[in-house]
């Protein structure tokens, strides 16, 4: 089915060490993100990502690095892990361009399933 | 920034309950989303508002937006355990700023219980 493909879907890691999460998207989408879940805190912008090749700081990005090198695939980067990054993941995509009307709803953002990520 | 409260944080209610989750925003928006997210899964989107005073049903869900477009509410009529989740709702900001992705603003969520 077409969406958003994140993987792993769940990952322990010790506190120092080093992963990469990936997200892929099969809907020609411009737009990619990286957002986390925290309780009580709602979804918060990590980065995000307006193209190939370029990404962009959001409201949380410190600890966490990203990259796209293709337009379908946007990578979420943690270089040393702290317990604080404890957190659902969650990898979105939508269309770049505001469409009016009553094909609104290309202006949906579509998720992915989540990543749970554990720091110990 | 874009702010965006949700009330209430949650909510438990008897099957067969109405029930009304609320969203206001502090700007004006273009477009307002309303999703559901289950235990463990991802977030489902539901209904998409972007006209002031417009209102959308699906199945026993009704979700309003106001005619300045900075409040919407979900409703739910006579609930049923497969209505519980979390649901979440979406602020797509009037004013793109410079160098933005139309990124999402999220309210904290409203965590609905139904008892059987």
């Known amino acids: 089915n077409a969406g958003v493909t994140q993987t792993p879907k769940f990952r322990v890691l010790k506190t120092g060490q080093s992963m990469t999460l990936l997200c892929a998207q099969d809907m020609n989408h411009e737009y990619m993100y990286w957002y986390r879940q925290d309780p009580g805190m709602g979804l918060r912008l990590i980065h995000y990502s307006v193209g190939e090749g370029t990404t962009a700081k959001g409201e949380v990005p410190d600890g966490y690095n990203v990259s796209r090198l293709k337009k379908q695939n946007f990578l979420l980067g943690l270089e040393s892990a702290a317990p604080s990054q404890t957190s659902v993941y969650f990898c979105?995509?939508?269309?770049?361009?505001?469409?009016?009307?009553?094909?609104?709803?290309?202006?949906?953002?579509?998720f992915g399933a989540g990543s749970r990520l554990t720091v110990l | 920034s874009q702010e965006l409260e949700q009330s209430p944080q949650s909510l438990i209610v008897q099957e067969g309950k109405n029930l009304t989750i609320n969203c206001t925003s502090s700007k004006t928006l273009y477009g307002l989303y309303w999703y559901k997210q289950k235990y463990g899964e991802g977030l489902i989107f539901l209904m998409m508002?972007?006209?002031?005073?417009e209102e959308k049903s699906h199945e026993k869900i009704t979700a309003k937006l106001d005619e300045k477009k900075q409040q919407s509410s979900l409703h739910i009529t006579a609930s049923q355990p497969s209505h519980a989740g979390i649901y979440l709702c979406g602020a797509d900001p009037l004013i793109i700023s410079s160098g933005s992705a139309r990124q999402l603003t999220f309210g904290s969520g409203t965590q609905l219980t139904v008892l059987p």
């Open positions: 979105a995509s939508r269309n770049a361009r505001r469409v009016a009307g009553p094909s609104g709803g290309a202006n949906v953002l579509t």
């Open positions: 508002l972007q006209k002031g005073g």
